[in-house]
């Protein structure tokens, strides 16, 4: 079955070590997104990426770093840099295009990271 | 303003009854228009796309409303079963960028 998988699903860092999240698919999406989740709070775009070899920033970048080195794979690292990194974090993909159908976000299950 | 507002809620909400809650867009622009589900711990789910014409989808009821910058959702005949986080996310800006409204919990009770 096609999806997302993530993980670590859990994880345990202390503070001013990096981590890096995995994040792959077999969808065949040409978009890929992170996402941050806060308890009680909605999804914050940390980075996303179009193609291959391209990434764009979200609206939380600083303290994270990406790569997109192949379409199926989009790992965030999340560095001594990112001040309160204990969070939920959630990789998606999609199709590209300005259709309805092709905006709809696939979602992996979630790493939950605790700085300790 | 932000991109997208929701009401946080908590609607605490009889089993068998009707509700319906709003969110609102700041860009008019907006292209795209969904309604997600997630469970507590768990990732987001798409329920519904909402279309300009309004659509449905068994006991849920999705309509956009451009002119007041708004979509809707309504649950007829609750179950237990819809208890979660309902998302609100725009495309506000016709790229590949989705922007999630914090979301409305809602809890059905017995």
């Known amino acids: 079955d096609g999806g997302i998988t993530q993980s670590p699903k859990y994880l345990f860092r202390k503070e001013g070590q990096n981590v890096t999240l995995s994040c792959e698919q077999n969808?065949?999406?040409?978009?890929m997104y992170w996402y941050r989740q806060d308890p009680g709070q909605g999804l914050r775009l940390i980075y996303y990426s179009q193609i291959v070899n391209d990434f764009q920033k979200g609206d939380i970048a600083e303290g994270y770093s990406v790569s997109r080195e192949k379409k199926e794979s989009f790992p965030l690292t999340v560095t001594s840099a990112q001040k309160n990194p204990t969070a939920f974090y959630l990789c998606a993909s999609k199709n590209r295009g300005p259709s309805s159908g092709a905006n709809v976000l696939t979602f992996g299950a979630g790493s939950r990271l605790t700085v300790l | 303003r932000k991109e997208v507002e929701q009401d946080p809620g908590p609607f605490n909400v009889p089993e068998g009854a009707t509700v319906a809650f709003n969110c609102t867009y700041s860009?008019?622009?907006?292209?795209?228009f969904f309604w997600y589900r997630q469970d507590c711990r768990k990732e987001p789910k798409l329920l519904m796309s909402v279309y300009s014409s309004g659509n449905e989808d068994g006991r849920f009821t999705a309509q956009l409303n451009r002119a007041s910058q708004y979509i809707s959702l309504l649950i007829r005949d609750s179950k237990l079963s819809d208890s979660a986080t309902y998302l609100c996310v725009v495309n506000p800006f016709g790229n590949e960028k989705l922007t999630f409204g914090t979301g409305t919990r809602l809890t059905i009770i017995p």
């Open positions: 969808l065949n999406h040409d978009a």
């Open positions: 860009n008019s622009a907006s292209q795209s």
